[in-house]
């Protein structure tokens, strides 16, 4: 591990949350952060704690979006403390699928995705961020063993807008956005790629709706369908 702002949160690690527990990034996300993230960059992310007082240690131009004022005034004054500037900071107080859609921001070099972590926050934080990145951005999503941010991982590992890279810690992943453009509007089976749930079904019915779904609407499907007509 690298980064000596991390070594010294590490060693003596801020109660910058509603708890006496620190709640922050792993580590290693951490120092990824530490020396990722270059003076004047343009960042944002949801969810406050440790990672903002890295982003302000870094000189990034830096909004963060979180609902808990105190927050705010706790990493303030633990910056203060280290003598961290965070004048490039600027906190936006409320919820981010409420506070995202209407954010004056620049355009973003980097992301972070660590505040609401229920379905469907984490997908609406992706939603409003992804439009704002750069081309070449990346976003880092914290706890991505959750349904709705492994979700946005499959997402972006089979679209050649996104890239998925390696992860940043044992919990966070890091996705780069490739070029601009909305999803496709795909409703498919193919769209799916075979990741199909049909677990709204009674068992009994799962297994027969899914081989008939695979059979007659995949690309897959539809090939061995082709091969057993034989040729025409
Ligand atoms: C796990 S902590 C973030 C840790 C931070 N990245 C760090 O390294 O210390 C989760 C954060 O999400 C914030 N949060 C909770 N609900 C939120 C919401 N709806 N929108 C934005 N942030 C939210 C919490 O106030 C808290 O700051």
Redesign the pocket.
């Known amino acids: 591990m690298n980064g000596s702002l991390t070594e010294s949160l590490r060693r003596s690690p801020p109660s910058?949350?509603d708890s006496a527990d620190y709640?922050?990034?792993a580590w290693e996300a951490?120092a990824w952060l530490e020396e990722n993230v270059q003076q004047g960059m343009s960042t944002l992310?949801?969810?406050?704690?440790?990672?903002?007082m890295v982003f302000a240690a870094r000189g990034a131009r830096h909004h963060v979006?979180?609902?808990?004022a105190e927050?705010e005034r706790r990493i303030r004054a633990a910056c203060e403390e280290r003598g961290i500037d965070t004048s490039g900071v600027t906190f936006h107080i409320?919820?981010?699928?409420e506070v995202l859609p209407e954010l004056e921001a620049p355009d973003l070099d980097l992301v972070?995705v660590?505040?609401?972590h229920g379905f469907p926050?984490p997908i609406l934080d992706w939603w409003y961020l992804a439009a704002r990145l750069n081309e070449g951005g990346r976003m880092l999503l914290?706890d991505a063993y959750l349904p709705g941010i492994a979700a946005i991982v499959d997402y972006a590992r089979a679209s050649d807008a996104w890239k998925l890279e390696a992860p940043v810690s044992f919990r966070t992943a890091c996705v780069r956005k490739l070029r601009h453009g909305d999803p496709p509007n795909e409703a498919d089976a193919q769209a799916a790629h075979g990741r199909m749930s049909f677990a709204y079904l009674p068992p009994g019915r799962r297994v027969v709706a899914s081989a008939r779904t695979r059979i007659f609407s995949t690309r897959a499907g539809i090939w061995v369908v082709r091969k057993l007509r034989g040729p025409r």
Do not use: N
């Not at 992310?45 to 903002?52: F, Q």
């Not at 409320?94 to 699928?97: L, P, W, Y």
């Open positions: 910058l949350h709640w922050g990034l951490l992310e949801t969810g406050a704690g440790a990672s903002t979006v979180t609902p808990d927050e409320g919820r981010s699928h972070l660590d505040g609401a926050y914290d």
